[in-house]
């Protein structure tokens, strides 16, 4: 595995898979990012190269377009704070069209002088980013790689892709792991040798089905799993009890039969739960117990009771990973799970570590300072694959 320091990138262009992909607020006359960790875990990747004096042309996806233009995506914005956090320009290359790597990038690129910088549109406005089609992002891969003489895979939020910028360029060029995903590895393995114990793993979010793979890999590993968010649910449905109009995964109760029975007691549950009238910020709600949920109303936060059950673990293990929100925190009445179990996490001593973009989203949005946990992932879907012993395309093609 080579890091940056193993290109002699000086006078030449490096092609920097970033991973820009930002919430945005879409509300005001133009889209405003509304937390831009991620820009600023890409900082010191991009930084190192412009200290070697290299051209880093920077590329990136945000949101889920289809392979076409759609201005809402653009990048634009984040081309504007990455220049506010660098302190210097950004040159971007974006028209508004699809041609991400065609001849306005190369222009764009041409242009640019040692130490310089530039940012690629939205890779996934052209259809070769994602296509099922191994031909089609061979072609843009191949597109992509001719802008640069050099690549660095720093995207770790987009490792778990097997998309053109990813997984198809680092087979095209002399390519480097970047600071952000050494960092992020670093920590991922500490998961994953020698927890100090015990280990407990706090996962909510709303499907089952997401996170299932990662259920079944880390069960047998961890001392305590604590499940809440809207998947709960889905458990509390497998032990006999009415869930109301709770989500459900109904063709997901038996699978979580056998995970509670395979789990005894290391699988844990709300006790209670917050229910609200409707899905709303000021919906009527009250607290009941976890099986006595009323016909119609749907749980939206675990209760204070699993709060404190849940902190409690959360706050005494050695080793903690938490992933997914308890309830739904951007609702101030639903707030207060994902904040108990966000605060013991950080008041704890624990090697802890926050997972995804929902979370670390949620930490930010609570204020609770950052610096209390180990270290906040900017990877949801890639740290929980690589917890569960999944090979990450955008790993592989970096030979880690
Ligand atoms: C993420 O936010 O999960 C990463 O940026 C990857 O994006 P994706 O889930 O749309 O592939
Ligand atoms: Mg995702």
């Known amino acids: 595995m080579r890091t940056i320091d193993d290109l002699q990138v000086t006078g030449h262009r490096v092609l920097v898979r970033s991973d820009l992909n930002v919430p945005l607020d879409h509300s005001g006359s133009a889209p405003r990012i509304t937390d831009d960790g991620r820009v600023r875990a890409s900082l010191p990747t991009i930084r190192a190269l412009l ?6 042309v920077v590329c990136s996806h945000l949101g889920r377009p289809k392979g076409a233009p759609e201005a809402k995506y653009s990048l634009a914005p984040v081309a504007e704070r990455l220049s506010e956090l660098l302190g210097v320009p950004v040159a971007f290359a974006g028209d508004g069209g699809a041609d991400i790597a065609g001849d306005r990038a190369r222009q764009v690129v041409g242009g640019l002088a040692e130490g310089q910088v530039a940012l690629l549109e939205n890779l996934r406005f052209h259809p070769g980013e994602t296509s099922k089609d191994a031909a089609d992002r061979a072609a843009f891969a191949d597109e992509l790689s001719a802008l640069a003489e050099f690549y660095v895979g720093d995207a ?17 060029l002399p390519h480097a792991v970047g600071q952000l995903v050494l960092a992020e590895l670093e920590v991922l393995r500490a998961l994953t040798s020698e927890p100090a114990r015990p280990y407990a793993v706090v996962l909510g979010g709303s499907k089952v089905s997401d996170k299932l793979g990662v259920i079944r890999a880390l069960l047998p590993r961890v001392d305590s799993l604590l499940v809440g968010g809207g ?8 032990l006999g009890h009415p869930v109301g109009a709770s989500l459900l995964e109904s063709e997901m109760i038996d699978t979580c039969k056998s995970l509670l029975a395979e789990a005894g007691d290391r699988l844990v549950l709300p006790t209670d739960v917050v229910v609200a009238e409707k899905f709303a910020a000021d919906a009527a709600h009250r607290v009941v117990a976890a099986d006595a949920i009323p016909d119609g109303w749907l749980g939206l936060d675990i209760g204070p009771e699993a709060t404190a059950v849940f902190a409690g673990v959360a706050g005494g293990a050695a080793t903690i990973f938490w992933n997914g929100p308890m309830g739904v925190f951007e609702f101030p009445a639903f707030a207060a799970g994902t904040r108990g179990v966000a ?34 992932s900017t990877g949801g879907g890639a740290s929980l694959e ?6 990450l395309p955008g790993l592989a093609a970096l030979d880690v």
């Not at 998947?231 to 497998?238: E, G, N, V």
């Open 51 to 56: 200290e070697r004096n290299a051209k880093v």
């Open 231 to 238: 998947m709960c649910f889905t458990f509390l449905a497998a």
């Open 156 to 172: 770790f939020g987009a490792v778990h892709r097997a998309h053109a910028s990813v997984a198809e360029v680092p087979k095209r």
């Open 386 to 391: 690589y917890l569960e012993g999944k090979t």
């Open 343 to 376: 605060e013991a996490v950080a008041a704890g001593s624990g090697f802890s570590v926050v997972g995804g973009g929902d979370s670390a989203a949620a930490v930010r949005t609570l204020g609770i300072p950052e610096t209390s946990f180990t270290h906040i």
